[in-house]
């Protein structure tokens, strides 16, 4: 037993490796392209923010995934069953991501994971214990999540366009507006923290502390967003440029964000199941809900980290390199939409992808014009690929399974 | 492997940058019609023939350029401009091109002897054709910044002020070709009906020139307005 408790530690391992392979090197993509971070820096925000996400936040999600798409308790009296099935899971999930990472496909690593659980549960406790109304809302996020993530981005794209860019004097309508957005940022970005996000530091705020705090921190960082500004102000004539580069230091905050939000959310991919097994191993038994050690939250986020240093740098370098038409105050609108919404839903414990809606907030960008060109039909593969996800993972899972069973069964 | 990623493909090739070189080299080609007519005028046949090659080519570059920003506009590609105006644009800019080309086809054709009465006012009507192709180059070169600030503001402002110029260019050169028409016909005597009739072909290529330039500018000033 013991060989396969490594052999679970290495999947999942390998499991928050591809996420970070694939899934942070999509979000990571926009930043290195529109110039505001190079590709060590983009490394770095990503290892720092995936981590605390991962750590701070994302225990909240694991469960909800783990428990919601099929039930634990199925598995009571053949705990065994559960443990070679959670690891097929990861490995099932984790070979399609290898597969989509080396076809630069951007499918969800949160559906890869539910899919694989499908599959092993189809095998093992049979169709109608699957539950049917969490793969339905999923469905329903391959239409949702992009499209709340676009809506948010043409949102703010629009606002800074109509703002900002547009305005009589560029620059000071940016010194004017930016704080603001660092303030939204940072009152989003605290909230989902401080709301019952601290669990893992046992520091659980309620809304009514945690509102006004957050509120507070917004305004603090809008304003010495303010001070800051005001300071290097330098008149610059009506040069739109210049608030590019203004926004490159913004986009660098919304990139920490998109680490954050995706961290939080896709972490507790590689963990959850993880977690299960440990649980099973430790105790004998297995409950609703596996406690998710913090040791287990670090473990993934160093695979992430280990796979954004080994394999995404090649991914945001593809990406950043091939849409250089992206600026820096598109890329701050679509990973503000992008972040939003997946944290958003983090907290409303939504099974959505960081990619999926990254998708949507970029193509939400071009339809504010801010793209020189928007390719749609892209977006058929796109679409057909997240569809496939799901008994693609599921199948390799399903094999793993047979595989996993023969060899400790 | 290489594998274009489908987030980076989702960023489709932008056709502005694309159009801008596509002004550039229509814009050489005009450059060359002031040499050309020079050359023509005294009666140096060779340089009128190195000069065509010459501006051939270009035209055939520019043609290049036109047909490769054609195939790469799909419908699937969504743009930030109306296509219409943006495919009308091309379409009268690429014009400019095969006129400055019709000069020099002409003049290589039959060597007609035009009255020297007549040749300053020919290369003054060069000199403004050329100028109002000029004021649309600095309008249309803006068009990749213009991406950039959304085709609005101040940007687009500079650019719509550039494209009125454009048409005052037109108009003082149509006034120029009205005054040389008219010189022509003074000076009809001395020549033969074959050689009134190429000198004023001549001159109403020219004047073409000048119009295309003005509804290069017209369309986009569609592009910019039409939103």
Not at chain 1, 235 to 243: E, I, Q
Not at chain 1, 310 to 330: A, D, E, N, S
């Amino acid at each position: 037993m013991l060989i396969f408790i490594v052999l679970a530690l290495a999947i999942g391992l390998f499991m928050a490796w591809n996420i970070g392979a694939n899934d942070v090197a999509n979000a990571m993509g926009t930043s290195v392209g529109s110039g505001a971070l190079t590709l060590k820096q983009a490394v770095l925000v990503a290892a720092v923010f995936e981590f605390g996400g991962a750590v701070l936040v994302g225990a909240h999600v694991t469960s909800t995934i783990k428990g919601g798409i099929l039930s634990p308790e199925l598995f009571a009296a053949t705990p065994d069953i559960f443990m070679f099935g959670m690891a097929a899971a990861l490995l099932g999930a984790a070979v399609w991501l290898l597969v989509a990472t080396i076809f630069g496909l951007p499918v969800s690593t949160t559906h890869s994971i539910v899919g694989a659980v499908v599959g092993f549960g189809i095998i093992t406790v049979g169709w109608g214990n699957v539950n049917w109304g969490t793969m339905a809302s999923i469905v329903l996020s391959w239409v949702v999540s992009p499209l709340c993530g676009g809506l948010l981005a043409f949102l703010t794209f629009t606002f800074i366009s109509r703002k900002i860019i547009l305005s009589e004097s560029p620059y000071d309508a940016t010194v004017r507006w930016a704080p603001y957005l660092v303030a939204v940022v940072g009152f989003t970005l605290s909230l989902s923290i401080l709301y019952k996000g601290l669990k893992n530091l046992n520091l659980d705020l309620s809304f009514s502390v945690a509102g006004p705090t957050c509120l507070a921190i917004g305004g603090l960082l809008g304003l010495s967003m303010r001070v800051w500004l005001k300071r290097r102000h330098q008149p610059t004539g009506f040069s739109v440029a210049a608030v590019e580069r203004l926004f490159a230091g913004l986009q660098v905050v919304t990139a920490c964000y998109v680490a954050f939000a995706h961290g939080a959310n896709d972490v507790a991919n590689a963990i959850g199941p993880l977690a299960g097994i440990m649980q099973v191993y430790q105790e004998g038994t297995l409950a609703a809900k596996a406690p998710v050690p913090i040791w287990i939250l670090g473990l993934g986020g160093v695979g992430i980290v280990a796979g954004l240093a080994t394999y995404g740098y090649k991914v945001i370098l593809t990406i950043g390199h091939q849409i250089t038409t992206m600026t820096p105050t598109r890329g701050f609108s679509a990973e503000f939409g992008a972040a939003t919404t997946v944290l958003a839903a983090s907290r409303l414990g939504l099974p959505i992808s960081t990619t999926h809606t990254l998708v949507g907030a970029v193509i939400g960008v071009g339809f504010a014009r801010g793209l020189a060109a928007l390719n749609l039909r892209v977006i058929r593969n796109i679409v057909t690929s997240w569809v496939i996800t799901i008994p693609a993972a599921g199948l390799i899972s399903v094999v793993a399974f047979y595989a996993l069973r023969s060899l400790f069964g | 492997m290489k594998t274009v990623h489908a987030i980076a493909e989702l960023f489709g090739r932008s056709p502005f940058g694309p159009l801008v070189r596509h002004t550039q080299k229509v814009h050489e080609c005009v450059r060359e019609v002031k040499p050309l007519i020079e050359a023509f005028l005294r009666k140096d046949y060779e340089e009128v023939e190195r000069l065509y090659d010459r501006i051939s080519d270009l035209e055939h570059e520019a043609d290049t350029i036109k047909r490769d920003i054609r195939t790469h506009l799909p419908k699937s590609l969504y743009l930030p401009v109306n296509r219409a105006d943006m495919l009308k644009y091309l379409k009268e800019q690429d014009a400019i091109a095969d006129t400055a080309e019709d000069i020099a086809v002409l003049l290589t054709i039959r060597r007609t002897k035009i009255p020297t009465a007549l040749h300053d006012e020919i290369l003054l009507l060069t000199d403004k054709v050329i100028e109002t192709s000029d004021l649309l180059v600095k309008a249309a070169s803006e068009l990749e910044r213009l991406q950039k600030s959304v085709f609005g503001g101040k940007d687009a402002e500079q650019v719509i002020e550039q494209i009125a110029q454009v048409n005052q260019g037109e108009y003082e050169a149509d006034k120029v070709q009205t005054q040389v028409s008219r010189h022509l016909y003074e000076v009809e005597d001395e020549l033969d009906p074959i050689s009134a009739y190429f000198t004023m072909k001549l001159f109403r290529l020219l004047g073409e020139i000048a119009n295309h330039a003005e509804n290069t500018g017209d369309s986009l000033d569609m592009m910019l307005s039409n939103q």
